[in-house]
């Protein structure tokens, strides 16, 4: 089914219907990319304008489509990273991996198992980082009060961040809580 949907909208010889040649290339999906959108404070604009970051990034793999590009945040009690399959049909069955192709992750439940390890993490989503911004429990839970008021905050309220140089996978994302006007990583999905 699905290369039918795909030689329906892009034509057998790799033409859009009716367009010419240089049309977007088509990813099939053999696992899930996380990658680094780059750093900043705790205001990104809500989920919204997270994901926008994500999809504007120049470290997004090419050939994914916008609607599967999703920053990996708990924004809210209905919107957290743990909800992500139900929310915006991120694959549970497939591998987490690194720009570089490297699998941090076998499956979606692997990032919250805390049998993460990070040196992959920390090795694979370049340019190197240490604080991500989360939200988060260990487990991918929204933290209360710890999601710079949903993402839209630079004060001096807070954000839970994770890291990527923890010996373990739990403090991959809670590892403490840092003031919204300090500076973390985004960390984004492509699937």
Do not use: K
Not at 3 to 21: C, D, P, Y
Not at 103 to 130: E, H, K, R
């Amino acid at each position: 089914f699905i290369v039918f949907l795909i030689l329906t909208l892009f034509g057998a010889g790799g033409e859009q219907n009716g367009g010419s040649q240089g049309a977007p290339s088509v990813v099939l999906l053999s696992e899930i990319t996380m990658y680094n959108a780059g750093t900043g404070q705790g205001n990104w604009g809500g989920r919204a304008g997270a994901d926008a970051v994500c999809r504007l990034s120049g470290n997004r793999p090419a050939g994914h489509v916008d609607d599967n590009v999703r920053a990996f945040l708990s924004v809210s009690a209905t919107d957290e990273i743990r909800d992500m399959p139900g929310n915006y049909n991120v694959p549970t069955h497939l591998p987490i991996a690194g720009p570089t192709g490297l699998v941090i992750s076998t499956d979606w439940a692997g990032l919250f198992d805390n049998s993460l390890d990070l040196s992959y993490v920390a090795a694979n989503i370049q340019p190197a980082i240490t604080n991500v911004w989360s939200g988060s429990t260990a487990q991918g839970a929204e933290i209360a009060g710890s999601t710079c008021q949903g993402w839209i905050s630079n004060g001096n309220d807070g954000g839970a961040v994770g890291t990527s140089n923890s010996a373990v996978g739990g403090g991959f994302l809670l590892q403490g809580t840092l003031l919204c006007q300090g500076h973390a990583t985004l960390l984004c999905l492509a699937f």
